[in-house]
T-cell receptor, first 112, second 114 residues
Framework: GENVGLHLPTLSVQEGDNSIINCAYS??????FIWYKQESGKGPQFIID?????DKRQGQRVTVLLNKTVKHLSLQIAATQPGDSAVYFC???????????FGTGTKLQVIP | DAGVIQSPRHEVTEMGQEVTLRCKLI?????LFWYRQTMMRGLELLIY????????DSGMPEDRFSAKMPNASFSTLKIQPSEPRDSAVYFCASSLNARAHGYTFGSGTRLTVV
């Protein structure tokens, strides 16, 4: 995709370590948050979501944490693998419409 | 399920030409979103439909862009006339209930206008 470039923050992690990707959102009215993974040449892929009435949600090897006080979202990936290398986007939504706004993305590089 | 299908995968056209991008939704989904991705702006929502009706087209750059859903499973995004600054990767995504499940994206169309 067109997302790879000098403008993206990059996180480099050793294979097997845990990764933490952070996201600050801007809209206090947002009540639904999603993390997406985008591999090179592909569209974003849904990873995990969380509603604003929760502060933590776990999936397979991934955990999303939500801190509404400081408008902060994080994605934790346990035992990072080379296949986790991608750009990760957080997205926020609000209201009754099925519409979300994407953040700028973080590039995760896994070092074998 | 084949997922969201976009065509073409790559399009190279000359400035001033008409470009039509196509998207087939996942069967049963009722929402359709067109996004544009560039290095400078990231992922931008252009327009989205719910049950074939355009709900929000505030992201459409200008009148040169138009989108349609002639039926519940298919959508087109047209640029006429195209300009070099339209070069980007265009994604469509479909959803049954975005708030619960998130979107399913297609693989995108890489558009280059020369």
């Amino acid at each position: 995709g067109e997302n790879v470039g000098l403008h993206l923050p990059t996180l480099s992690v050793q294979e097997g370590d845990n990764s933490i990707i952070n996201c600050a959102y801007s809209n206090s009215a947002s009540d639904y948050f999603i993390w997406y993974k985008q591999e090179s040449g592909k569209g974003p892929q849904f990873i995990i979501d969380i509603r604003s009435n929760m502060d933590k949600r776990q999936g397979q090897r991934v955990t999303v944490l939500l801190n509404k006080t400081v408008k902060h979202l994080s994605l934790q990936i346990a035992a990072t693998q080379p296949g986790d290398s991608a750009v990760y986007f957080c997205a926020e939504g609000s209201g009754g419409y099925q519409k979300v706004t994407f953040g700028t993305g973080t590039k995760l590089q896994v070092i074998p | 399920d084949a997922g969201v299908i976009q065509s073409p995968r790559h399009e190279v056209t000359e400035m001033g030409q008409e470009v039509t991008l196509r998207c087939k939704l996942i069967s049963g989904h009722n929402s359709l979103f067109w996004y544009r991705q560039t290095m400078m702006r990231g992922l931008e929502l252009l327009i989205y439909f719910n049950n074939n009706v355009p709900i929000d087209d505030s992201g459409m750059p200008e009148d040169r862009f138009s989108a349609k859903m002639p039926n519940a499973s298919f959508s087109t995004l047209k640029i006429q006339p195209s300009e070099p600054r339209d070069s980007a990767v265009y994604f469509c995504a479909s959803s049954l209930n975005a708030r619960a499940h998130g979107y399913t994206f297609g693989s995108g169309t890489r558009l280059t206008v020369v």
